[in-house]
């Protein structure tokens, strides 16, 4: 298992994947997981899915 820095101390779950990308809130709070690489297409879906819903919870 993969101890996280000081920094990430209060994520959901320990990290047990590697890759492991972790999007954090700029208040600390744990936006988005993504364990393991399933593959270009699905790691972009998923980025692209979290910046719409990051959108339509702060709106400019």
Same mark, same amino acid.
């Not at 297409?41 to 719409?52: K, R």
């Given at each position: 298992? /993969? &101890?996280?820095?000081?920094? $990430?101390?209060?994520?959901?779950?320990? /990290?047990? $994947?590697?890759? &492991? $990308? /972790?999007?954090?809130?700029? #208040?600390?709070?744990?936006?988005?997981? /993504?364990?393991?690489?399933?593959?270009? @297409?699905? $790691?972009?879906?998923?980025? @692209? &899915?979290?910046?719409?819903?990051? #959108? #339509?919870?702060?709106?400019?």
């Amino acid at each position: 298992m /993969i &101890t996280p820095p000081a920094a $990430f101390k209060d994520l959901n779950a320990q /990290i047990r $994947f590697t890759p &492991t $990308f /972790i999007v954090q809130s700029s #208040q600390g709070k744990e936006m988005l997981r /993504i364990q393991g690489y399933r593959g270009e @297409e699905y $790691f972009w879906n998923d980025i @692209e &899915t979290l910046a719409e819903q990051m #959108q #339509q919870d702060c709106p400019r």
